[in-house]
């Protein structure tokens, strides 16, 4: 069990607990760590449940410390009385709203523990957590995002090296050929190479804080082909969750896209997100999926309805044959329930 070491100092008829806190930090910071950082230490503050049905002592941010390794430090705590021990509902309640605490910056740790369970609906990752019911369960629900954190990060730290290894060996080669050769060379770098390096990690950064609006900015100048299976996840998952689709229908498309899932799939949703319909719809069409090419020719629709470029009459026949391929798509997929 990790406590901090104090000592004891009378004054007068008081007695005054001196806590050693040397080099660590307060549980209020951990708000400005890496997401990965903060589950790391909500998975360490797990460790320290099992001590809570002996020891009596509060998950308020204000009583926890971690030092530079994220290890976690109570300070104040008491034995219980005699016959009393601590129950693991109330400890799954404290558990639960420090993780409310610490993976958001707007509510405080008493607005999750004081009842404040509509909270918890607020955000995707909270909601997921609070439909957990006992302390097990939440560790492994823990584990299971800083695993898939982690293997974004480290997936993002390995492009990185990559791209400056190539970076390098450029340098090297342009060092030995003409001026105007050289120039051609630092302009591609300067230009292409380094914004879209740029833009990938800033992608990643704002994916694991979950601002998908800005995961769609930051690509938005960067080709498909230069997007891997990750960076692709990525920003298929942002562009569904902008999509004017109801909260089940987004639930159930984001359980078909996986990491290591179906390409065609990730593709269809970044086409279809950057109002590139045909591909869209070419891509639906070699799936077979009816529900997928109904949902591009409605979205083409409703883009063709906005678009004042083009002439009437080109315009007209257009909208007509969406019509009647969304009709006719419309009554299959009725037919089919």
Do not use: H
């Not at 903060?38 to 320290?48: A, C, D, K, N």
């Not at 993780?99 to 995707?124: F, I, V």
């Not at 380094?194 to 950064?205: E, M, S, T």
């Not at 960067?222 to 891997?228: C, E, F, P, T």
């Amino acid at each position: 069990m990790r406590f901090l070491p104090y000592s004891m100092e009378e004054e007068k008829e008081q007695v005054c607990f001196c806590f050693d806190v040397g080099e660590k930090k307060s549980l209020k910071n951990l708000r400005e760590e890496r997401k990965i950082d903060r589950l790391r230490v909500l998975l360490e503050i797990g460790e320290l449940l099992p001590w809570f049905e002996k020891y009596r002592f509060s998950l308020a941010p204000e009583n926890l410390y971690y030092d530079r390794n994220y290890r976690v430090f109570v300070k104040n705590r008491d034995l219980y009385e005699k016959g009393m021990r601590g129950e693991e509902e109330d400890a799954l309640a404290q558990y639960k709203a420090l993780a409310g605490y610490t993976m958001q910056k707007r509510y405080s740790y008493e607005d999750y523990y004081a009842g404040g369970r509509d909270l918890y609906k607020k955000n995707s990752f909270l909601k997921s957590m609070d439909a957990v019911k006992d302390i097990q369960g939440l560790q492994e629900f823990l584990k299971e995002e800083y695993e898939k954190t982690e293997k974004i990060v480290k997936n993002q730290r390995v492009e990185v090296n990559k791209s400056w290894y190539r970076m390098n060996r450029l340098g090297m080669t342009v060092a030995g050929i003409v001026i105007a050769a050289a120039v051609g060379s630092i302009l591609f770098l300067m230009l292409v190479l380094l914004p879209r390096k740029n833009a990938l990690l800033a992608a990643a950064g704002n994916y694991l804080e979950e601002d998908y609006v800005q995961v769609i900015d930051d690509l938005k100048k960067v080709d498909m082909k230069y997007l891997n299976q990750y960076q692709k996840y990525m920003l298929s998952v942002a562009y569904v969750k902008s999509e004017s689709l109801t909260p089940e229908q987004k639930g159930n498309v984001l359980e078909t896209l996986q990491i290591n899932g179906e390409e065609k799939l990730k593709d269809y949703w970044i086409y279809l997100g950057r109002l590139n319909t045909a591909e869209a719809e070419n891509i639906a069409m070699q799936r077979s999926d009816d529900e997928l090419l109904l949902y591009a020719y409605m979205t083409e629709k409703a883009i063709l309805e906005k678009n004042t470029e083009i002439s009437g009459e080109e315009k007209t026949q257009r909208l007509q044959e969406l019509e009647k391929k969304i009709e006719e798509l419309a009554e299959q997929y009725q037919e089919g329930k």
